[in-house]
């Protein structure tokens, strides 16, 4: 069975991502310091696939620790880099925490791939390399435009990083993913979108205030240039999501053609607003959600939704 390493495969993405590579014959093993998830998913993933993954509780920003992982792991086939401070606004307000998490962690996997000759990497990155786009759909060869957010700013850099390194180590291929908003769960609830503390995506804090764990969802802006001034997204699920981390791995894997380096779109094509997924969300559950028209929230983009015709095609 190939194995694969999964960074931050405790988290929402990389969970759903570890069911599907079990799902498809795959060995996962999972690296990750539970800074933004719980021990308890993997009870989670058991339920789901019958199978106990190999776990180690690590923090990528400790090289050591790091790099001995990978020696120990140096017969898998590929990477899967998942884990990464992801809040937006938080960046702003803490950009060394980001610019060290997000680049540290990066920098030493990238280290024990070239020092135990892992040759595959698929890299999360993120719809927000974009910038404030000039025009949507944004397509992978929209401008690269200045990040909003130092989180942003390290999705761009860390896709910089490894088109540099590519270049110096040209057995390895990768492949960045752009995700654009990654909503829902398994469709057996054991794993879903389970941040610790005070969630930062929407989603998760509109079902935390419906069932009263939160008193009020905030709605970041309604003067925005959208159909009704709030900020519009494009909304993927995260099952189809880990779909095409599979795929993109086999692309990678399988196609002995296939570029060293590349870039995917991953969103749906449509935008919504803000409050159309408040309003879905209301009209499917029969229930008025608390919320409230707060200031724009630094670092957020006005609206950006995906042209995914690349992945559709090659993945
Ligand atoms: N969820 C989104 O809306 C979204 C959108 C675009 C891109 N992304 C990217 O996708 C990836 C996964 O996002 P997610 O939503 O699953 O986030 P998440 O917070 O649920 O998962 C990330 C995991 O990484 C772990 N982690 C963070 N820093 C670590 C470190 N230094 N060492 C070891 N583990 C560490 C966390 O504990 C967590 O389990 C991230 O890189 C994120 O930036 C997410």
Redesign the pocket.
């Given at each position: 069975m190939q194995k694969i390493i999964v960074?931050?495969g405790?988290?929402?993405?990389?969970s759903h991502v570890v069911v599907d590579l079990i799902t498809k014959g795959y060995q996962p093993i999972i690296?990750?310091?539970?800074?933004?998830?719980e021990r308890s998913v993997l009870e989670g993933i058991k339920k789901i696939t019958d199978k106990d993954v190999e776990f180690a509780d690590?923090?990528?920003?400790d090289r050591e620790a790091t790099l001995s992982f990978f020696e120990q792991h140096r017969d898998s086939i590929g990477v899967i880099h998942?884990?990464?401070?992801?809040s937006v606004g938080e960046s702003v307000e803490k950009p060394l925490k980001y610019y060290r998490?997000n680049l540290d962690?990066l920098i030493n996997i990238l280290q024990g791939m070239e020092s135990y000759n892992i040759p595959n990497l698929i890299f999360?990155s993120?719809c927000t390399v974009y910038g404030e786009p000039d025009a949507l759909p944004v397509t992978e060869l929209s401008a690269i435009k200045p990040a909003t957010s130092p989180y942003g700013h390290t999705k761009q850099m860390g896709e910089e990083i490894i088109m540099n390194f590519l270049k110096s180590n040209s057995n390895v291929k990768a492949i960045s993913l752009r995700?654009f908003?990654?909503i829902g769960a398994h469709d057996s609830a054991y794993i879903g979108e389970l941040?610790t503390g005070v969630p930062s995506?929407l989603m998760p804090y509109i079902t935390q205030t419906a069932i009263g764990k939160r008193e009020c969802l905030s709605v970041f802006g309604d003067d925005y240039k959208t159909h009704d001034g709030t900020a519009l997204r494009d909304y993927i699920h995260v099952c189809d999501l880990a779909d095409a981390h599979t795929m993109a791995l086999e692309k990678i894997i399988g196609d002995s053609n296939s570029k060293n380096y590349d870039t995917y779109n991953l969103g749906v094509g449509t935008g919504y607003s803000v409050l159309d997924v408040i309003k879905s969300f209301e009209r499917s559950t029969d229930q008025k959600l608390n919320y409230k028209i707060a200031p724009r929230r630094a670092g957020d983009v006005s609206a950006i939704y995906a042209d995914n015709t690349k992945a559709t095609k090659e993945l």
């Amino acid at each position: 069975m190939q194995k694969i390493i999964v960074t931050g495969g405790t988290g929402y993405i990389g969970s759903h991502v570890v069911v599907d590579l079990i799902t498809k014959g795959y060995q996962p093993i999972i690296i990750d310091n539970l800074s933004n998830s719980e021990r308890s998913v993997l009870e989670g993933i058991k339920k789901i696939t019958d199978k106990d993954v190999e776990f180690a509780d690590i923090d990528l920003c400790d090289r050591e620790a790091t790099l001995s992982f990978f020696e120990q792991h140096r017969d898998s086939i590929g990477v899967i880099h998942f884990a990464a401070l992801k809040s937006v606004g938080e960046s702003v307000e803490k950009p060394l925490k980001y610019y060290r998490n997000n680049l540290d962690s990066l920098i030493n996997i990238l280290q024990g791939m070239e020092s135990y000759n892992i040759p595959n990497l698929i890299f999360s990155s993120s719809c927000t390399v974009y910038g404030e786009p000039d025009a949507l759909p944004v397509t992978e060869l929209s401008a690269i435009k200045p990040a909003t957010s130092p989180y942003g700013h390290t999705k761009q850099m860390g896709e910089e990083i490894i088109m540099n390194f590519l270049k110096s180590n040209s057995n390895v291929k990768a492949i960045s993913l752009r995700y654009f908003n990654p909503i829902g769960a398994h469709d057996s609830a054991y794993i879903g979108e389970l941040p610790t503390g005070v969630p930062s995506n929407l989603m998760p804090y509109i079902t935390q205030t419906a069932i009263g764990k939160r008193e009020c969802l905030s709605v970041f802006g309604d003067d925005y240039k959208t159909h009704d001034g709030t900020a519009l997204r494009d909304y993927i699920h995260v099952c189809d999501l880990a779909d095409a981390h599979t795929m993109a791995l086999e692309k990678i894997i399988g196609d002995s053609n296939s570029k060293n380096y590349d870039t995917y779109n991953l969103g749906v094509g449509t935008g919504y607003s803000v409050l159309d997924v408040i309003k879905s969300f209301e009209r499917s559950t029969d229930q008025k959600l608390n919320y409230k028209i707060a200031p724009r929230r630094a670092g957020d983009v006005s609206a950006i939704y995906a042209d995914n015709t690349k992945a559709t095609k090659e993945l």
